[in-house]
Nanobody, 124 residues
Framework: QLQASGGGLVQAGDSLRLSCAAS????????VGWFRQFPGKERTFVAA????????LYTDSVKGRFTISRDNAKNTMYLQMSSLRPDDTAVYYC???????????????????WGRGTLVTVSS
């Protein structure tokens, strides 16, 4: 089970850190990531770290502004968001999967475990 937190209402240009704590599974052996869902739209990929390590992957619109990380000791993943823009307003979901392949890392269907989502609202 994944529990996301940290969402809220911020102004454009602000920073926010989302957290996602896992229970009942060890994130250290998972590929972990974040998706977001804009109002009235499908969920889209934001960022992920493959379980094999290596550089995190990001969707183009957040590169240089968002940073995904994980703390294995706390069994928690994070999404540090900076220079937030109104078009970042969305519900953010944390995800985890034990058998995600690199070629599919940005696909929703690759992840078996989803958190409930946390709303981030960025005002202009």
């Amino acid at each position: 089970q994944l529990q996301a937190s940290g969402g809220g209402l911020v102004q454009a240009g602000d920073s926010l850190r989302l957290s996602c704590a896992a229970s009942g599974r060890t994130l250290r052996t998972d590929t972990v990531g974040w998706f977001r869902q804009f109002p009235g739209k499908e969920r889209t990929f934001v960022a992920a770290i493959h379980r094999s390590g290596g550089k995190p992957l990001y969707t183009d619109s957040v590169k240089g502004r968002f940073t995904i990380s994980r703390d294995n000791a706390k069994n928690t993943m994070y999404l540090q968001m900076s220079s937030l823009r109104p078009d970042d307003t969305a519900v953010y979901y944390c995800v985890a999967g034990s058998s995600v392949i690199l070629s599919n890392i940005a696909s929703q269907t690759a992840y078996a475990i989803w958190g409930r989502g946390t709303l981030v609202t960025v005002s202009s």
